[in-house]
């Protein structure tokens, strides 16, 4: 008879076989109010799974990370249910939880419209409060065929078909007259799922991701576990929306995008700034560190990629062309192989080592037309790259060096809630265990002697060796990965690359493979929505902003403009014939952090008032004084 163990580690016996409910009941009666499902040996099981035998159990409940997935799985369910009893004829495809919500794909003739949507969540909220209980069925594959085909849900046969083996049953899961294929698991009943969900939009999306198979409508939900969440959720959405870099970009003039260079960025003059701002800022706090900055090559030959094993890893997302010779060029996706044939111009000695190469390398690499998405998702970006060449004992103080970095520069920015991501090795990967062991641990220390913790993703590794990455929280609470660190002793194995060690024998060099920002055009999306355009003095544009009231004011602004350029602040005059408060309007919504205002007074005494972007009146004040002000906002 099953003796279970608990979490605690404490031990309870039973004499006969019990559901993981059964167990929750024996435990407390308000735990077994609270169960929503159960975890045995691990895995995530229904609340009615009978447990036969000796085992781990675990209760979850809606204050454990488990149960999300779970609501939003049950929430596409109920979405399903309610379609098909509203729009009898309507078939179900798939419905899987996704990231802060789900989605199910339908088969219907007539496309839904916002008012469908309306009725959908309506009946779902009834569906909710029917509280139908939740049952897991099996059946034979041959008489779950027969049922599906005899209710007309031709794409559910095609699953079952393509999905199930011959001569395994097919899983079920009921809940009132509607029912489903699902592994699940799933709630006791659709009551449990609460009143935290909403539909969201309809798509197009093909059968099964292949343009070739027919279209069907993909309707968007969210779910949460209560309204409180939901309200939230819904809120970082409009902020979101209200911060697109693209409708920003716009607004202050930063760039554009054309379907003649799809993928690639058209810098204003304004967002030209701010991106050469970046790089300087970047040079900066590398050259502290001890980088030298190169330069090497877009375009390479065929066999370079092929040494360095992108040409057969990677060979779908680069641009190649064939020259009249014959000779096969690619544009470069990655630095990694010209920063290594840099490190092979010339002998290289152990006291040479660790050499920190940095380069701002555009690359290109071809992203499908639906993936690109403003400055997100592009095909010619710029990485802030790095590569160090150390020796084996230098790696870890090396990869220590490198994580503080990271953290620091993110501090320049705002960003101090940043999760470490460790990927270790993926299952197509080049280089032995030994390696791979050796360039994990040194992850792993460095990590452990910084006292940082980290999150572990199991086979997520780059093809060439294991990395850490950065992921960033956004003042509206988003998470965007940017920074990347890996180390690699397998490209200098490939390119035969070596230094002449204190011995006089030649040994092969460990390569750090670095980035901070990424892909500059991104972590500048990313800054744009994180700061809603309102960027720190340093970094913006345009400084400041010189206005007159009258005519009679615009030599004056004319020569403070022209002060205030020689002083190395980027500014603009603005001497239309508009009302002050007109000007005022306008260049707050540009984000200008200043706005000199000129009129006869400023004019008399040689000085100009002084308003902040938010509004405060900081007065009238010397033009020395206000350069001061703003070179104190614009150190690094």
């Known amino acids: 008879m099953p003796q279970i163990t608990l979490p605690d580690g404490s031990q309870r016996s039973f004499d006969k076989p019990l559901s993981v409910l059964d167990i929750a009941a024996d435990i407390g009666a308000g735990l077994a109010k609270a169960t929503l499902a159960g975890k045995v040996n691990g895995e995530l099981v229904d609340a009615s799974y009978l447990v036969e035998s000796d085992a781990d159990i675990a209760i979850v409940t809606g204050r454990d990370d488990e149960a999300l997935e779970l609501l939003r799985h049950d929430a596409a369910h109920v979405m399903a249910q309610a379609v098909q009893e509203l729009y009898p004829g309507t078939q179900v495809t798939i419905g899987p939880a996704i990231e802060d919500g789900y989605y199910y794909d339908f088969a219907r003739e007539e496309a839904f419209t916002p008012d469908d949507l309306e009725k959908i969540e309506q009946r779902m909220h009834?569906?909710?409060?029917?509280?139908?209980?939740?049952?897991?069925?099996?059946?034979?594959?041959?008489?779950?065929?027969?049922?599906?085909?005899?209710?007309?849900?031709?794409?559910?046969?095609?699953?079952?078909?393509?999905?199930?083996?011959?001569?395994?049953?097919?899983?079920?899961?009921?809940?009132?007259?509607?029912?489903?294929?699902?592994?699940?698991?799933?709630?006791?009943?659709?009551?449990?799922?609460?009143?935290?969900?909403?539909?969201?939009?309809?798509?197009?999306?093909?059968?099964?991701?292949?343009?070739?198979?027919?279209?069907?409508?993909?309707?968007?939900?969210?779910?949460?576990?209560?309204?409180?969440?939901?309200?939230?959720?819904?809120?970082?959405?409009?902020?979101?929306?209200?911060?697109?870099?693209?409708?920003?970009?716009?607004?202050?003039?930063?760039?554009?995008?054309?379907?003649?260079?799809?993928?690639?960025?058209?810098?204003?003059?304004?967002?030209?700034?701010?991106?050469?701002?970046?790089?300087?800022?970047?040079?900066?706090?590398?050259?502290?560190?001890?980088?030298?900055?190169?330069?090497?090559?877009?375009?390479?030959?065929?066999?370079?990629?092929?040494?360095?094993?992108?040409?057969?890893?990677?060979?779908?997302?680069?641009?190649?062309?064939?020259?009249?010779?014959?000779?096969?060029?690619?544009?470069?996706?990655?630095?990694?192989?010209?920063?290594?044939?840099?490190?092979?111009?010339?002998?290289?000695?152990?006291?040479?080592?660790?050499?920190?190469?940095?380069?701002?390398?555009?690359?290109?690499?071809?992203?499908?037309?639906?993936?690109?998405?403003?400055?997100?998702?592009?095909?010619?970006?710029?990485?802030?790259?790095?590569?160090?060449?150390?020796?084996?004992?230098?790696?870890?103080?090396?990869?220590?060096?490198?994580?503080?970095?990271?953290?620091?520069?993110?501090?320049?920015?705002?960003?101090?809630?940043?999760?470490?991501?460790?990927?270790?090795?993926?299952?197509?990967?080049?280089g032995s265990d030994e390696i791979w062991d050796r360039l994990e641990g040194a992850l792993i220390n460095a990590l452990d002697v910084m006292g940082l913790e980290y999150v572990l993703f199991p086979g997520e590794g780059a093809f060439y060796g294991p990395k850490l990455e950065f992921v960033l929280r956004d003042a509206i609470g988003r998470d965007w990965q940017c920074g990347t660190l890996q180390v690699d002793m397998n490209l200098p194995e490939r390119f035969d690359i070596s230094y002449v060690a204190e011995d006089g024998s030649k040994k092969r060099p460990v390569m750090l493979h670095r980035a901070l920002f990424g892909s500059l055009e991104r972590f500048i999306g990313i800054l744009i929505e994180h700061y809603e355009g309102k960027f720190p003095v340093w970094l913006t544009p345009v400084q400041a902003v010189v206005m007159n009231i009258t005519d009679k004011q615009a030599d004056y602004v004319a020569n403070i403009e022209k002060m205030l350029k020689n002083q190395q602040i980027r500014v603009i005059s603005d001497l239309r014939n508009e009302k002050i408060g007109f000007k005022i309007r306008e260049h707050t919504l540009k984000r200008i952090p200043y706005m000199l205002v000129i009129g006869d007074r400023e004019v008399e005494e040689n000085s100009v008032a002084v308003r902040s972007l938010g509004g405060k009146d900081l007065g009238a004040m010397p033009v020395d004084d206000f350069v001061k002000l703003v070179n104190d906002q614009s150190g690094y």
């Open 126 to 430: 009834d569906i909710v409060k029917r509280d139908l209980p939740i049952v897991r069925e099996v059946m034979d594959r041959a008489q779950a065929i027969k049922t599906f085909s005899d209710m007309g849900e031709v794409y559910k046969v095609e699953i079952i078909e393509d999905i199930i083996p011959v001569g395994e049953e097919v899983s079920v899961y009921r809940q009132g007259d509607w029912f489903d294929v699902c592994r699940g698991p799933h709630l006791p009943s659709t009551g449990k799922l609460g009143n935290g969900f909403k539909v969201m939009k309809v798509a197009g999306a093909y059968w099964r991701g292949d343009s070739k198979n027919e279209m069907l409508q993909r309707i968007y939900g969210t779910a949460w576990p209560d309204k409180k969440q939901l309200k939230a959720y819904l809120h970082r959405l409009e902020e979101a929306e209200r911060r697109d870099h693209r409708k920003l970009g716009r607004q202050l003039d930063l760039f554009h995008l054309h379907e003649e260079a799809p993928g690639s960025v058209f810098w204003h003059p304004k967002g030209w700034t701010l991106f050469r701002k970046l790089i300087g800022y970047m040079r900066h706090r590398q050259e502290e560190a001890g980088y030298i900055e190169v330069n090497t090559p877009d375009v390479m030959d065929r066999s370079l990629w092929e040494t360095s094993g992108h040409w057969f890893n990677y060979r779908e997302n680069m641009f190649s062309t064939q020259t009249e010779d014959d000779r096969v060029f690619a544009l470069k996706p990655m630095n990694c192989p010209g920063s290594v044939l840099m490190f092979a111009h010339g002998l290289k000695s152990y006291r040479d080592l660790p050499l920190r190469m940095a380069e701002f390398g555009k690359v290109h690499r071809y992203e499908p037309s639906g993936a690109l998405h403003g400055l997100m998702r592009v095909r010619h970006f710029t990485q802030d790259d790095a590569h160090v060449y150390c020796t084996e004992d230098q790696m870890e103080q090396e990869c220590i060096d490198v994580v503080a970095l990271v953290l620091d520069i993110y501090k320049d920015f705002g960003f101090e809630d940043v999760v470490i991501k460790l990927s270790t090795r993926p299952e197509n990967r080049i």
